[in-house]
């Protein structure tokens, strides 16, 4: 049993073991026993959002809301949001306003962080250029464990664009704390030069088939800033995606997992992220636990109420 | 004016191969002599017991953003910071607005320097109109009016017959090229050095090779023209080896390399501090090691500060948007003197030669860098033992995106004397 204390998450690799497994377990405990008491009424939650996205804003607005807290929503084109206005300045307008915490989604490494220097407030990284996604991070995590019991031993293969991934970031890193053992596999053009310790790199989506448990699929894009990673879709999608024959030789226990939105037919076949094998609607159910759970526990922190979890 | 008398200092000349106690008389702005026990014979007196005296400080590469940037710097504060840290001739890049691509611009900042009054300010005029990599300056008349040498810092000149041309021209013209060697399409969208930094954070990164390749293109461009290339701020191991090969050839290549590519690695970008975002960027500690190496050598000639001011508000800025470069000319030598030669990586000499003779060598100003007698007046007193804490106390600079800040750092500048008047201490 310990204390829950931080009022900011930025990054899962700021968080102990424990604190992951408390953040898992309160999430849980959401989905299995409901939450009707609105924990949280009264305060009130700002989502900025710069980087457009549906999915996670709304994921968070939804958890916000249910946890009893208002939300403010600012969206890079929504808002007066302009050059001139440094990222710090905004924080200070949208806090004056009587925030609570904030959500912050921005193309820039390190936003998230910069902002928590910032503010009095809470604050939870919705996603920071390439460099981490957390609660994309635990919502994926709290989908293996519901489905596989426990981390040790679970084989995950991550597979697609691991260079500009904060999502393969914060999963590796999440993963690898959990005891879990991790591989990746993509095209050299979409890969680093280091991976974090402990993680292999697969030669091929077959080998990733025939050795991970979860399937962990990435968004593809075909080019970024401009620069071609890949020839097409089409021959990523012979070469890295689940075709409709790969799709034949997934083993009984094998998942799919995507963090959205699929690009059907290019990561996954049409019909493959129907499929029984796929969890990419729990995991989007999942996360509006996550958040919940996230959203509790930093708020309560900002607020000096202690919360026990483990 | 009164003749300057410095006593009883450490004289250290590294061109003069001299370390010796002694004392220094200057005069109508010149040195006159050095010597044991030298007659005041109504000199002005700067006792210098215990500290080193150096040939004035000589910086081949600082930003004072004026015209156009004056809330970050103007000629005057930026030659404000330069003089309180020993620095008593400053070259400036013409990354200004307008930039300083004609005779008017030279002119100008030649006349902001005299009203100053502080060290000896010279104008690197920019390579190409606009710096906008397309037309030639007329650097005939821009060396006329001053112009010590041409670059488009900050902007790489992307087309190598373009760049052909400015080395052939500007030799013509007796100018020195400064080459800020970037491929801009391989340095991309990267704003730190790519590597396992990079790989960690998700900070996209700018391979070494960005840079490499085009030392390598300029270095053979000035062996096809018999140029005279100069690579500022070089910041790789394989941009080192074009430089080393290029000057085995004969061919006419210097190199220099900023304190913050000697002092600190790219680890500092962990912090996702944009006061660490700078061009090039910062390198592992191995490439750090290796650039002290090729500065022992020779290969690398000079230390430059590209001292780079930026508004304090944007440090505020995300780290994309956040400008790169760091301000570091008042700080420049404790920061070297702490972090190289008391940690015995460095010699003094060495340090000093890099930041005086190197320099005067690279730009052939023959007037200075040296203590010799018939040399500019333009001395540096430093006590060694001495310390202080950057930024504490404020800056001379009008910005203080300083990397070294709170810092305790060892060696104090004690005066700084240009043309044999004390602007700074005393």
Known sequence: ?310 | MADLLIKGGRVIDPVQGLDKVMDLRLGKGRVVEMGERLAAGGADVIDAAGCIVAPGFIDLHAHFRQPGHEDEETIASGAAAAVKGGYTTVCVMANTDPAIDNEAGVEFVRKMADAAGLCDVLPVAAATLGRGGEQITEMHRLRKHGAVAVSDDGAPVRNAALMRTILSYAADAGLPVLDHAEDPELAGDGIMNEGEVSDITGIPGVPQEAESVMVERDAALAGLTGGRLHVQHISTGASVDAVRRARGKGWNVTAEVTPHHLLLDERKLETFDPVYKVNPPLRPAAVRALLLEALKEGVISAIATDHAPHRDEEKELDLLEAPNGMASIECAFSVLYTGLVEEGRLGIGELLAALTSGPAGVLGLEDRGSLAAGKRGDVTVIDPAGTWVVGEGGYASRSSNCPYAGMRVKGVVKATVVRGRVVYGG
């Open chain 1, 1 to 310: 049993m310990g204390k829950w204390k931080k009022k900011h998450l930025i990054d899962v690799t700021d968080l102990s073991e424990d604190e992951l497994s408390g953040v898992l377990d309160l999430a849980a405990e959401f989905k299995e026993k409901g939450f009707g008491r609105e924990p949280l009424k009264g305060m009130t939650v700002a989502n900025m959002f710069y980087e457009a996205s549906t999915r996670t804003a709304n994921s968070f607005a939804q958890a916000a809301r249910n946890i009893g807290c208002a939300t403010l929503n600012f969206s890079k084109g929504s808002s007066s949001v302009s050059k001139g206005e440094t990222l710090g300045d905004t924080a200070r307008v949208i806090e004056a306003m009587g925030v609570d915490g904030f959500v912050i989604r921005h193309s820039a490494p390190g936003a998230a962080k910069l902002i928590s220097a910032i503010v009095e407030g809470a604050v939870a990284n919705g996603g920071d250029g390439r460099h981490a996604h957390p609660t994309q991070c635990l919502l994926d995590l709290m989908t293996m464990r519901g489905n596989n019991g426990g981390f040790k031993g679970l084989k995950v293969a991550i597979i697609g664009d691991i260079l500009h991934s904060r999502v393969a970031r914060s999963l590796m890193a999440g993963l690898g704390k959990l005891g879990a053992e991790v591989a990746v596999a993509g095209p050299s053009t979409m890969m680093p030069g280091t991976l974090p310790d402990g993680v292999m790199r697969l030669g091929g989506i077959e080998e990733a088939m025939g050795w991970a448990k979860v399937l962990y699929f990435l968004r593809i894009q075909l080019e970024r800033q401009g620069r071609p990673l890949i020839a097409s879709l089409r021959e990523y999608h012979e070469t890295y995606g689940l075709t409709a024959e790969r799709m034949g030789s997934l083993k009984r226990e094998q998942l799919i997992m995507h963090p959205g939105p699929v690009n059907r037919g290019v990561e996954l076949a049409a019909r493959s992220a129907d499929c029984g094998a796929a969890r990419i609607l729990e995991q989007v159910a999942n996360g509006v636990y996550v958040r919940m759970a996230v959203l509790y526990l930093l708020l309560s922190a900002a607020k000096g109420r202690e919360v026990s979890i483990g």
